[in-house]
């Protein structure tokens, strides 16, 4: 039985095969998967988490706008689908993107399982990288893509953060290549509209 959660959030990013401790690298994810389901070894699984856990939330919590609570519901959710799944999981993907269109779709399937909020609030952010320009900077591109439509933010999160190819996006949420392409596009508009009306709001009134 699989029960490895903790309420701790998670934070940072790790690269899309996985990472972390003694061994790397999707062969290490075979071997975890393998010893989890030969003997369902509670050890293996919770290294699993413990490598895939921090980028899953990453994601989760830049395409729910920063809503920690509902990102660390929904990476919960991901990994109790997970373990229903593993079994017949063929490896033609890494985990890792595996894991994540879990991820995406359990968080659209708690979204369209309750009432919309009549309004998002967004929680501070945090930077989308620590490297160049300013905290501030950052955190108003944050929040610009935390407020684009769920299908530009799923798009370009995936896209422009991720690494994802079309083909893998088109994959992960059940769309075309050139949906996703097309989706991108729109996104980029939008982000270059608010992050210019930020800009406009910034300057100084004479």
Known sequence: ??????????????????????????????????????????????????????????????????????AQDALQDTWIRACRGLVDFRWESSLRTWLCGIAVMRLRERRRGRMRRPEETLPAAEPASPGGGSRTDAMDIERAIASLPEKYREVFVLREIEGYTHDEIGTLLKISSGTSKSQLFRARRALREILGAQERDDEPRH
């Open 1 to 70: 039985m699989c029960n490895p959660f903790g309420r701790s959030g998670h934070t940072g990013g790790m690269n899309r095969e996985g990472g972390g401790a003694v061994g790397t690298g999707p062969n290490e994810d075979r071997r975890l998967v393998r010893e989890y389901l030969r003997r369902r070894d509670e050890a293996a699984f919770r290294e699993l988490y413990r490598r895939h856990s921090p980028a899953l939330y990453a994601l989760l919590s830049r395409l729910c706008g920063f809503d920690r609570e509902e």
